[in-house]
């Protein structure tokens, strides 16, 4: 079957969503009841025009690459729609603002009459959409000048078809990926699927390729496979194309057949009950069914056959793939300049002892970030210039230089030109970051958000959730990278793929460098602008930059780590005011920042404000303009003790961060129509959550709060219950009340959408949780140091699926697990009270029990009866004084079911009898930790003898804290995670594997 790919410019995304806005929003039916108006023939005007503009940006984004008129046409249409859509959203303000002029006052207007009120601000919107639909109705018209149609035609990839041969002095830096692999493909048995795949993953241009073709033309691999075979798939979506070209690859003969089951048959005549080695590179393809189709080919192969797959989609590796993949990463430095040095060397004027020469060689790798095929273009100039020009080279940007567009380029370009429009953008809105730039997943969706880049998603999921989607959209395509040694998970782009961005983006999306000039024709362009708050910590200097930049949407001040700064720009703050599409603005950190100009309430297009770190003290009443605010974050404002009467116009302001303030009362948040996430963090000052908090005038409370935090509220004593006639709380989905020393009192008693609940140091919380059916979503509880908490006894919490209780005493005495008859999970720490825990005949669910620091529970662990749980797979149990004659784990304690066994701290303990160890006849790991006095292991089959048995499927030892048992046993150097033993066993082969360094 073959797969349609439509390629559509970032445009097209625009046109989709001001489609919807024309055809189906709340701003077309404020528009069309504005009687005898004429708004409506113009929206039926636009959305022609748009409609027409949509069936030809196919072709236009196939036929740019060759053509400058047109990629120019795209560039200035481009312009115009985003135009359109801020003139939509200022109408869509109008009818909000309308909307909640008539609830304020209900008697003032008639709701017959409210949406036909024809006005003079109608009278300005008119004319801006005529002007608009002249505009785009001049593209239109262009669209027959450039032979534009809505066929779209299919663009042969720029990148040549690979090739099986490789040039032995290019392979550099991937001789472990290299061992590792052809040690795999030299192996009968890999995996459980007769037919072994192996998918090597990375970003254009990394040397997957290069990689598959050393693999390919090993020795030791060509003598192993009966049959070889080298298949470049590229970006090929037809499954009967590709079918084809597997064919003439293992024959050698070329093939004039088209019909997909006779080729089928005639590759399985060439592979059948064959050992075969057949690369499938540069896929693209991530529908399951061309895989499913083209995977049938090779099922009639002999064991031991091999399939190589070269991908840059995780997704695609994923669904492949028999084994783990292998993942490339960027070269070091030194062996990039040894793959120069190589290339470079054909070149009669260089010489390796000239350190100049050597200098700009080594500048050059650096810039190319590790990407072998830079490092390869870039050697390739090398090669055919003169030395004298080196430098000017090397004083360029690597896609700057003659290699960008022929090389480079085309191998990361044809991932950008094959992403959906709606990727594109959000890929594109990336250019505005500066190199080496680290950002959260979180970070990025927000600024998403805030430009509609999410609006046209569907369905019940949130905008966050499907920005969530597309971040990991580019994470597997290989755009973003994750990055270690940081303790939140992090990303960055390789600089090459920022240049990328920049390419594509056409420089409209402006990351401001210091001593940099800007040209002012550049700025009226620019809509989106980052700088770097180090550079840049007067914003009098950043604004005299950025002053003609009239329709700027984003500005955001960027920096490696969070800085504060105490720079004056009170009085510049009344010119950023101006404006006027302002959807993003971040003071963060800007401490000299005493208040805001009343005119922020003329920002009517801002969705994220972030206030954080600041030492303003009230919010203005002109906030409450802001109908579109979604985001405010005022975390660090210690100084803020006023909030705004008519908090509750904020209607679209859905997630609220309160963290670190100063104020003893809350504001009425539960006025908030659409908030969503609210954080309360500390707030050293708060005493109370009172009856204020839920606001008044309303029946319903936090209608759509789906997360609420309380964190580090040590003076807060008590929460009030509303009204019984008050609905509060129907949709929160997560509760965390964290460090509230002394909150006394109960829980609110109705949380009807519930699923997780995560109370921990709260030591006064005094109550029950509550019964059923308030709590019948319930999945996952974590309750910690919390002393008077307990569950109602009588009460079947039948979603709960994830149980963690630590360091909880008073008369905690009975765990009720067979009231969470789906329980999966459950962690039991430090309950020096608890003595036992009912269990049932029907707890098939659960499949991991961890009991740690619970003296009297372990006493009783005779009466367990854990083989009650048929399921159980994983069991840790720990911290506990044994006493030097008690036998531990006796015989019949385990179930045979686990799987993975954890034994930590008994101090005791000085030897595991065998008998219980042979009984866990599915057991394949154990885990011994910090057991000072244990001196044997449970059974004579693990090292240095395997004189006793083994369970069949046990596989490896860990240990770590025995000192007695490493100074039995001849132990290698281990590091601070300390050694395990793999003691996989192997058919009539009594000996241990392997011992390796964990």
């Avoid at 592979?271 to 083209?294: G, M, P």
Wanted: with cysteine.
């Amino acid at each position: 079957m073959a797969v349609e790919l439509v390629v559509c410019p970032v445009v097209s995304a625009s046109v989709e969503f001001l489609l919807k806005k024309i055809t189906s929003s709340d701003v077309a039916s404020f528009l069309r009841g504005k009687t005898s108006s004429g708004f409506d023939r113009l929206l039926d005007k636009l959305e022609i025009t748009f409609l027409s503009l949509a069936e030809v940006l196919g072709d236009a984004e196939q036929k740019q690459i060759r053509n400058p008129r047109i990629e120019k046409w795209l560039d200035k249409l481009q312009d115009a729609v985003e135009d359109a859509e801020d003139l939509f959203e200022e109408i869509e303000y109008d009818a909000l603002k309308l909307k909640l002029e008539m609830e304020s006052e209900p008697d003032k207007l008639k709701v017959s009459n409210f949406f036909s009120n024809y006005n003079t601000t109608d009278e300005i919107r008119k004319s801006d959409l005529v002007k608009i639909l002249d505009r785009l109705d001049t593209f239109s018209n262009q669209r027959y000048i450039l032979n534009l149609t809505g066929d779209v035609e299919k663009i042969q990839s720029q990148r040549p078809p690979s090739i099986s041969s490789i040039n032995d002095s290019e392979f550099v830096g991937r001789d472990v990926e290299k061992i590792n692999l052809r040690n795999m493909l030299l192996s009968d048995k890999v995996g459980s699927e007769k037919i072994c795949v192996i998918p090597i993953v990375g970003l254009g241009g990394i040397g997957k390729t290069t990689l598959a073709q050393a693999l390919y033309n090993d020795f030791e691999v060509d003598k192993y496979f009966e049959l070889k075979a080298w298949v470049s798939v590229s970006d090929e979506f037809d499954v009967c194309k590709v079918t084809k070209t597997i064919l003439v690859a293992v024959t050698r003969d070329a093939c004039a057949v088209e019909d997909l089951s006779v080729l089928q048959e005639k590759v399985q005549e060439k592979l059948n009950k064959r050992k075969f080695l057949i690369v499938l590179d540069d896929v693209w393809n991530e529908e399951y069914d061309f895989w499913d189709t083209t995977r049938m080919l090779f099922k009639v192969g002999a064991q031991g056959s091999k399939i190589i797959v070269t991908t840059r989609s995780e997704r695609v590796a994923s669904m492949v793939g028999t084994t783990a993949s292998c993942h490339l990463g960027v070269l070091k430095e030194e062996v990039c300049f040894e793959l120069l040095f190589k290339i470079v060397t054909c070149n009669k004027e260089f010489c390796t002892t000239d350190s100049n020469l050597r200098r700009i060689g080594e500048e050059l790798v650096r810039k190319c970030k590790g990407l072998p095929l830079a490092v390869k273009a870039v050697a390739s100039l090398l090669r055919f210039t003169n030395v004298n020009e080196w430098k000017r080279i090397a004083e360029n940007d690597i896609l700057d230089l003659p290699i960008g567009e022929k090389n480079i380029l085309p191998a990361l370009r044809l991932s950008y030109h094959y992403l959906p429009s709606h990727l594109k953008r959000c890929f594109v809105y990336c250019s505005m970051f500066p190199k080496d730039y680290e950002f959260e997943k979180e970070e990025l969706v927000l600024l998403w958000m805030v430009d509609n880049l999410l609006e046209h998603s569907s369905g019940n999921r949130s905008m966050k959730e499907v920005g969530y989607e597309y971040f990991d959209d580019l994470v597997c395509r290989s755009f973003f990278q994750s990055t270690s040694g940081s303790s939140k998970s992090v990303f960055t782009m390789h600089d090459l793929v920022v240049d990328l961005a920049i390419f594509v983006s056409k420089r409209k999306y402006l990351y401001i460098e210091k001593s940099k000039i800007y040209d002012t024709g550049l700025m009226r362009q620019i809509r989106h602008i980052t700088f770097d708050k180090f550079s840049y910590l007067d914003f009098h200097e950043i604004h005299k930059l950025i002053c003609e930049a009239t329709s700027l949407r984003v500005f955001v001040p960027v920096a490696k780590y969070f800085i504060t700064s105490t720079t004056t720009l009170q009085g510049v703050l009344k010119d950023f005011m101006k404006f006027r599409c302002l959807r993003f603005f971040s003071l963060a950190g800007y401490r000299n920042v005493t208040e805001l100009p009343k005119s922020v309430g003329e920002l009517k297009h801002l969705r994220h404000l972030d206030l954080s770190f600041t030492s303003i003290t009230e919010l203005p009443n002109s906030m409450c303009l802001l109908y579109n605010l979604r985001t405010l974050k005022l975390s660090g404002c210690k100084y803020l003790v006023k909030f705004p009467k008519n908090l509750h116009h904020l209607i679209n302001l859905r997630y609220l961060d309160m963290s670190k303030c100063r104020f003893r009362t809350l504001p009425p948040l539960g006025q908030l129509p659409a908030l969503i996430s609210l954080s309360i963090e500390h707030c050293e000052a708060v005493e109370m959550v009172s009856l204020d908090f839920y606001g008044t005038g309303s029946s319903n409370s936090f209608p759509l709060l789906e997360s609420l935090t309380f964190r580090r509220l040590p003076k807060w004593k008590k929460w009030s219950t509303p009204n019984v006639n008050v609905k509060a709380f129907p949709k929160l989905k997560s509760l965390t009340i964290h460090l509230c020393e002394s909150l006394k009192g109960d829980l609110p008693p109705l949380l009807p959408s519930l699923t997780k609940l995560h109370i921990y140091e709260c030591p006064k919380l005094a109550s029950s949780l509550p019964a059923m059916p308030n709590l019948h979503k319930l999945e996952d509880l974590y309750l910690k140091n919390c002393h008077h908490l307990d569950f109602l006894p009588s009460s079947i919490y039948n979603s709960l699926q994830k149980l963690d209780i630590e360091h909880i005493s008073g008369s905690f005495k009975l765990l009720p697990l067979n009231s969470f008859p789906n329980i999966r999970i459950v962690r039991v720490c430090d309950c020096k009270n608890l003595e036992s825990f009912s269990l049932s005949n029907n707890l098939n669910s659960l499949f991991s029990l961890s009991i740690e620091r619970c003296a009297r529970l372990i006493e009783s662990r005779n009466n367990w009866n854990l083989q009650a749980l048929p399921n159980l797979t994983s069991f840790s149990i720990g911290d506990y004084e044994l006493d030097p004659m008690e036998i531990f784990l006796e015989q019949g304690l385990l179930p045979t079911s686990l799987t993975s066994l954890v034994i930590r701290g008994i101090a005791g303990l000085e030897t595991l009898e065998g008998m219980w160890f042979q009984e866990l006849e599915s057991l394949k790991r154990l885990c011994i930790y910090d057991c000072p006095n244990l001196q044997s292991l449970p059974v004579e089959g693990l090292p240095p003898s395997r004189r006793g048995l083994l369970p069949p499927s046990f596989e490896s030892f860990f240990m770590k804290g025995c000192p007695l048992l490493e100074a039995k046993y001849e132990w290698e150097e281990g590091n601070d995670l300390g050694w395990e033993i793999s003691c996989i066993s192997q058919p009539q082969v009594p000996s241990l594997n392997s011992l390796i360094h964990s």
